[in-house]
């Protein structure tokens, strides 16, 4: 791959962006991100990837003097339609701008640098985002709509305050606090989280009853797992799950 380094560290997946100081991405970046997601949902000795940038920032955005047209970008994972129901954290260092903003508010869990400055700066240069109308609304909706038309960016304060980011870390600490949490997550049942994030993001799409009839059928199918069936014996007996194995 050449924009994007993909490695593994045990149960856990480290993907980061490389392509120069501001880690802009093409279309060809997002088709080698695309492989990368679909290994990791391929992989079963993987339980969380962690995407960042390297260096001092995350990803500002697509790179516009590629000359692409936006909305013949790939799917990778920003507009959601390209499924992994396995977690992923975002850890923000620097700007998270446009596209890099979507990117990594599609991550299940985010968590910034002191460094961070993140949001969606197109209006102010006449141009448009068009991951922004999606995702920012679904977050913060009473304040999406400022932030999209002014281009006003969010620093790690904002974030956190917001509910948009777990925690703010040092940027030098910031790697080391990722995969603190990443092991964290390897701790829980990659079943359990697979049916949860499954249960979240396709119960997001419908009305609220309806969710929650999508919701019992999902657990009622997990019920009748072999690993689920494993997990519940060993609570009753007091044993060690079957899924806590070391990182």
């Known amino acids: 791959m050449i924009d994007i380094e993909y ?5 856990i997946a480290q993907v980061v962006i490389d392509r120069g100081v501001l880690n802009t991405y093409t279309n060809g970046t997002l088709l080698e991100l695309q492989e990368v997601w679909e290994d990791y949902e391929r992989d079963k000795s993987l339980r969380v990837a962690i995407l960042y940038g390297n260096g001092k920032n995350f990803c500002a955005g697509h790179d516009l003097t590629a000359k692409e047209s936006l909305a013949s970008e790939p799917p990778a994972i920003h507009y959601g339609n390209l499924p992994v129901y396995k977690p992923i954290i975002a850890a923000v ?8 903003c979507s990117m990594a508010l599609a991550c299940d869990v985010l968590i910034v640098s002191d460094t961070a400055k993140m949001g969606y700066p197109q209006a102010k240069h006449g141009i448009i985002s068009i991951g922004g109308p999606q995702r920012l609304p679904r977050l913060i909706p009473g304040l999406a709509r ?4 002014s281009g006003e960016t969010l620093g790690a ?3 956190l ?5 777990l925690k703010i870390v040092p940027s030098e600490m910031l790697t080391e606090e990722a995969m603190k949490l990443a092991n964290k997550l390897c701790e829980s049942s990659p079943d359990s989280i697979r049916t949860l994030k499954r249960s979240i993001e396709e119960g ?8 929650f009839t999508l919701s019992k059928q999902i657990a009622r199918e997990f019920e009748e797992s072999v690993g689920y069936q494993e997990a519940l014996r060993a609570f009753l007996e007091k044993r060690t799950p079957p899924h806590r194995v070391k990182a």
Do not use: R, T
């Open 7 to 11: 490695k593994k560290v045990g149960m």
């Open 93 to 100: 260092n620097g700007y998270a701008l446009g596209g890099g």
């Open 157 to 159: 304060i904002d974030l």
């Open 161 to 165: 305050s917001l509910g948009l980011a």
């Open 204 to 211: 997001s799409l419908l009305p609220l009853a309806e969710a």
């Open 146 to 149: 400022w932030y999209l038309f």
